[in-house]
């Protein structure tokens, strides 16, 4: 799956065999620079915050102030809603970690395990290579 920002009116899901998933949410800010690769964790509330491993890839609806020690954990963040403003935004420019915010519909694209690289300085989330 590759999620970028391609027209100022839609974003577009592609699956790493090529087809194309279902129109999104528009322009996913970049919001923390550089690339990190890791395994995604879907985390749902602070009570997932136990089974969080090291540089793992924080693959959220949203996040929380009650959320902000996993950054110090997490390679990258990745959340379904969010702007340049949001927690998640601010908490990943303040740890240095890339972060794509406001993408629509990541957690129910990416399944806990599966192996990504987010690029935060472009605001594109893909399938790492060498699985």
Known sequence: MTWSRTTPRTRRCTTSTGSTGATSKPDSPATGAGRAAGRVRLV????????????EILAAKATAPAWTSLFARAAAVVTD????????????????IPAVVGTGDATAR???????????????????TGR
């Open 44 to 55: 749902h509330g602070p009570v997932d915050s136990a089974a969080f491993g090291p540089d």
């Open 81 to 96: 809603g969010g702007t340049l403003a949001a927690h998640a935004s601010l908490v990943a420019r303040e740890y240095g």
């Open 110 to 128: 990416l399944r806990a395990g599966d192996m990504i690289t987010v690029d935060g300085t472009t605001g594109i989330v893909t399938p790492a």
